[in-house]
Nanobody
Framework: QVQLVESGGGLVQAGGSLRLSCHAS????????MGWFRQAPGNERGFVAG????????YYAKSVKGRFTISRDNAKNTVYLQMNSLKPEDTAVYYC???????????????????WGQGTQVTVSS
């Protein structure tokens, strides 16, 4: 069972950048597919970005593709989400998630993820 802790959220102006980090307690971090999700008030938790165990494949929601970059450093047990050209509609609580299945590729389904962080608030002002 892995513990996930997000950090890096905050308040930024539209067009600005922010980098989120998610640190995992599990030393066998590379065993997990990782994803970032976000949830705005009144909305369901939705997929933002995902990355495979070795970082060879990444996948993004259409709304963030070209602006966000997911990466991981398995030596540091950390996954990152670099967010550029932020828009007010990016405002949400961002969650890090880990999938301990044996499947390959990236999954966008939140039900496929087994472990979740507590979230970090990102607010983008116009």
């Amino acid at each position: 069972q892995v513990q996930l802790v997000e950090s890096g959220g905050g308040l930024v102006q539209a067009g600005g950048s922010l980098r989120l980090s998610c640190h995992a307690s599990e030393r066998a971090f590379s065993r997990y597919r990782m994803g970032w999700f976000r949830q705005a008030p009144g909305n369901e938790r939705g997929f933002v970005a995902g990355i495979t165990r070795s970082g060879g494949i990444t996948y993004y929601a259409k709304s963030v593709k070209g602006r966000f970059t997911i990466s991981r450093d398995n030596a540091k047990n950390t996954v990152y989400l670099q967010m550029n050209s932020l828009k007010p509609e990016d405002t949400a609580v961002y969650y890090c998630a880990a999938d301990d299945s044996t499947l390959g590729g990236v999954t966008t389904n939140r039900n496929d993820y087994d472990y979740w962080g507590q979230g970090t608030q990102v607010t983008v002002s116009s």
